[in-house]
C-alpha cells in the first residue's frame, strides 16, 4: 500500500507554551507536489472525554463557560492527560475533580482524533457506568461548572434531535456507548430513545451546586 502521508520538507515553531504548540510544515505530496502555502498545526496533549451515567440510569454532565466559543456550554466531563498518565487513570480523576464522582468501572471505548487537519491530538473515550459514590470535586480556580444529571433515555433521545449537547465529540460519544453497550447494561430497555419524541430542552436535568472550585479543558 503506497504511503500517503505528506513529506515535511521544513518545520519550525511558531509558538510553544505549557499548553500548546504552534507550528509551521511546509509539505510535498507523495505524488512530489510541492504545497505553494505552509501547512499550520496545532500540537496539543491527548485528552480524555467521559459518558458518565449514575446507578439511577442519569448521564452526568457539566455546563460551563467556553472562552474559544464564547458561550457556556454542556458537555460530558474531559480534560487533558497529564505526562506519563494512563488515559484510564486521566479520565477516573477528570472525573472525579470536575463532577465527585467515583467510577468503579473505566470502559475504553474509542480513541478518535477531534480536528485531525489542524490539530495533532486525540480523544480517548470511556464509559464509566453505575456511579453511586461521590466526593466533593477538586476544581482549577478559573474555572466554574454545574453539574447537570440527565436522564439517559431522554439525552438520547435529544441528541436525535440535535439538542442536549454543545460539542460533537460528547455527541458521538454517547452514541458510541449507547450503540456498544446498552444491550448488555441493566435496564436496556429504559435507555433507548422513545421514537419520536424529544423533550426539547431540558425539563428533566436535575442541577446541583457545588461548591469546590476542572482539569484544564481541551
Known sequence: ?????????????????????????????????????????????????VVAVTAAQEAVLVRLYKHGAGA??????????????????????????????????????????ASPSVLSNRCHIFWCPDLTERVPPNREPSERMEVLLVPWAELLD?????????DVSSMAACLLVNQRHTKTWRGADSLRPRDGRSTGGCALVRREHITSAAQEEP
Open 72 to 113: 457556556v456550554v454542556t458537555e460530558c466531563p474531559a480534560g487533558f492527560i497529564d505526562p506519563g498518565e494512563a488515559p484510564a487513570d486521566a479520565a477516573r480523576r477528570e472525573l472525579r475533580e470536575e463532577t465527585g464522582y467515583l467510577a468503579q468501572e473505566v470502559i475504553p471505548i474509542s480513541v478518535l482524533y
Open 158 to 166: 435529544q441528541i436525535q434531535h440535535g439538542q442536549g449537547l454543545s
Open 1 to 49: 500500500m503506497p504511503d500517503e502521508r505528506w513529506h515535511v520538507q521544513e518545520s519550525r515553531t511558531l509558538y510553544e507554551n505549557r499548553w500548546l504548540r504552534l507550528r509551521e510544515d511546509h509539505c510535498i505530496l507523495p505524488d512530489g507536489t510541492e504545497l505553494p502555502h505552509p501547512w499550520f498545526v496545532l500540537d496539543k496533549d491527548d485528552y480524555v472525554l
